[in-house]
């Protein structure tokens, strides 16, 4: 079969619209996930919350049993909250390494600190090679943080964190 050029570029135009498509439904597709993954992260910190009241509640009516009980679910429902979060942050930062151009920049700003820790873990295990290979004294390595206006006390939680593992490895 013979084609004309001009419906080779339609093919191959058509192919690269294909693979865009393709890329964009699996990120919405990744993010609906992760949207999923977020709810039920709340309803682990809920349920939390609503034990530890309910074993204090038991406990300050001399019910010890039941308040141990609630104690282990409060527990349970940490653990399963913390393994959500650390899911949603490896996709979230599979996400990213998937768009990441450069690999000397990298925007943990708006993520919390488990999903940031994740995404800076990727990003340098992925990256430190190239990142060491700038010859330059001071090479740049841009790293947004944010200014950590929403950690708790003020206190730039994943600025520090981010600092710290620089630090780790042999990164100023």
Do not use: P
Not at 94 to 108: K, R, Y
Not at 137 to 143: D, K, N, R, V
């Amino acid at each position: 079969v013979w084609r004309s050029d001009s419906s080779s570029d339609e093919s191959e135009s058509y192919a690269e619209e294909k693979e865009d498509n393709d890329a964009s439904t699996t990120e919405n597709g990744t993010l609906k996930v992760v949207e999923d993954l977020r709810e039920e992260i709340n309803h682990h910190l809920e349920g939390q919350r609503r034990c530890y009241e309910i074993s204090q509640e038991k406990k300050m009516k001399k019910d010890f049993q039941t308040s141990a009980y609630y104690i282990d679910m409060a527990s349970l429902h940490k653990q399963m909250a913390a393994e959500k979060k650390l899911e949603v942050a490896s996709m979230i930062a599979g996400l990213h390494a998937q768009d990441q151009e450069s690999c000397t920049m990298l925007d943990l700003h708006y993520h919390n600190s488990i999903e940031a820790q994740t995404m800076l873990k990727t990003f340098l295990d992925k990256n430190i090679s190239r990142v060491r290979e700038i010859k330059k004294q001071f090479a740049e390595l841009s790293i947004i943080t944010g200014r950590g206006a929403h950690s708790k006390n003020g206190v730039a939680t994943i600025k520090n964190m981010t600092i710290q593992q620089l630090r780790e490895r042999n990164l100023r």
